[in-house]
């Protein structure tokens, strides 16, 4: 982001104190959709570099907006202080703006707020918190309040392993300019912060897009252009065959769930290969999809005709199933591999060495680490899912609230949707069954992996919007509408 600053500042007719002003805001706006109570009492901590200089500017803003007691807290523990920092902190003097410097944490006493903005280090963190940072940054969190983040909470590291004793400021919200961080995608920066919102603040677009990165972010408009119309004359056989190998005696509900989202999601064909006790159920439930009682076999008749075969939801470990899957890797055919199946794969790395390329695996992470061993952390998990998909040129979505869709090519591909009223299982069920389907009508594996997990997630948000839960069931009873209005628009 620092790039992007200077090459803004170079190529535009714009200062880097007017960008500072610009970032103030920014922020400054988003702050007030949710804090319009003016009577608040605003404590906002400052350090002396450009996160400390937005910090100054806010203040500015505040009172420009009515806020009546806004008071700044220079932490004064280093004598080096940026430019734009300076300038701010002059137009902080010449206003009526309440300022307390603070040369050591000690001095901090009577904090009288209702909220707190925390700008004492932003972007510019180079090594953990220690000594009077860490010391202050203790006192800020005990005093409880709502904390809000400037770009980045004071000792969070935006890329990068996060230490698991994390010791920085706990904020409530981060308002961070124009990207996200990477690591508030990951879990652990849920004690960081429990919100982020980004903002824009107009910096060079173009340049961001050039500049090499190996994470990418899926917008919607990925989808508008993935996503294809159903052709005119087009009949079932254009939109291909999935099998879903799934379901045992206590786990049918994942197999029909699959077979439900597969369905849903505009498969031409689904045949189920589920145990005979299924059957019943299946035929009531789904009876547009076929049935493969799956007591009698140990591989499967003819994978070439499937177009896609997905194996893994309720399957259940034992040795028959094992054969099975074994059959399918050895018959070179690529696979949606998920739930039992990834832990059959967790005891044959035999058979994770011979994976069919253009596999997808859709672990989550207690399946992950069984694959792929014990991780301290979810960017060592991302590291080790970068470097399997690239080897076995398959596809890995290590799933999450937001999940990281590892691809062939080495990148990485951060789904935004979803949420945690979808926490409930069967959610992963349907997940697979909209990647058979989408691998069905001719999709490719990366783009099915991006497309399905969004609009997996954008089901869910659209349910979650009005209630507190959302089932697995009416998240695939969705997936047509979303796909819908997706492609209207292309
Ligand atoms: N495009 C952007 O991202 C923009 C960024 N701006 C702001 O600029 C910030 C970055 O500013 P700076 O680069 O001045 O950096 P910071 O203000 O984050 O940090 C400044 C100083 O802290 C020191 N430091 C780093 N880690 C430390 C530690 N653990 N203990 C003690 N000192 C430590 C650094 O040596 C540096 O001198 C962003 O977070 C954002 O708030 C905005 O003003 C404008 C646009
Ligand atoms: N908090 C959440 N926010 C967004 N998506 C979630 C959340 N919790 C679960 N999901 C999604 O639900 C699915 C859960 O998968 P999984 O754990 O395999 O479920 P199951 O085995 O019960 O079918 C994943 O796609 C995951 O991304």
Known sequence: MRNVDEFTITHQPIASIDLMEKAARAFVKCFLKTEFNAHKRVAIFCGKGNNGGDGLAIAHLLLHNGYEHVKVYIVNFSARQSDDFAINLQRIDESRCKKVIINHPSELKNVKADLIIDAILGSGLNKPLAGDYAELVKIINKLQKRVYAVDVPTGFFSEGELSADYNGIKAYKTICFQRPKINFFFPESAVATEHHEVVDIQLEEAFIESLSTDFYLTERTDMVRLIK??????????????????????????????????????????????????????????????????????????????????????????????????????????????????????????????????????????????????????????????????????????????????????????????????????????????????????????????????????????????????????????????????????
């Not at 049935?291 to 591989?299: H, V």
């Not at 005709?305 to 199933?321: E, T």
């Not at 695996?361 to 979810?378: C, M, N, Q, Y």
């Not at 080495?410 to 299982?425: D, E, H, R, S, W």
């Open 229 to 490: 119309n159903r052709k005119p004359f087009s009949h079932k056989g254009t939109y291909g065959h999935a099998l879903l190998i799934a379901g045992n005696i206590d786990t049918m509900g994942a197999a029909l769930l699959s077979a439900k989202a597969c369905l849903y999601a505009g498969a031409g064909l689904t045949t189920a290969c589920i145990p005979a006790t299924g059957l019943t159920a299946l035929n009531t439930l789904l009876p547009e999809v076929m049935a493969l009682p799956r007591d009698e076999y140990t591989r499967i008749e003819n994978p070439a005709k499937y177009k896609a075969i997905a194996i893994g939801p309720g399957l259940g470990i034992n040795s028959d199933n094992e054969k099975l899957l074994e059959s399918l890797i050895l018959a070179a055919r690529p696979l949606v591999i998920d739930a039992d199946a990834l832990n059959i794969l967790g005891e044959r790395p035999d058979l994770l060495d011979i994976l069919p390329a253009g596999s997808i695996l859709t672990p989550h992470v207690k399946e992950f680490d069984r694959i792929f061993g014990a991780h301290e952390s979810w960017w060592a998990r991302v590291q080790t899912a970068i470097i399997w998909a690239r080897k076995k040129q398959v596809v890995i979505i290590l799933k999450n609230q937001f999940s990281f869709v590892c691809v062939p090519n080495g990148k990485v591909l951060i789904n935004p949707t979803g949420n945690p009223a979808m926490a409930q299982g069967g959610m992963g069920d349907v997940l697979t069954g909209i990647l058979s389907a989408l691998l069905a009508q001719g999709y490719s594996a990366t783009d099915s992996a991006k497309i399905g997990c969004y609009i997996h997630g954008l089901a869910g948000d659209y349910l979650a919007s009005e209630r507190h839960v959302v089932t697995a069931s009416e998240v695939a009873e969705r997936i047509p509408f979303e796909m819908h209005l997706l492609s209207a628009t292309n």
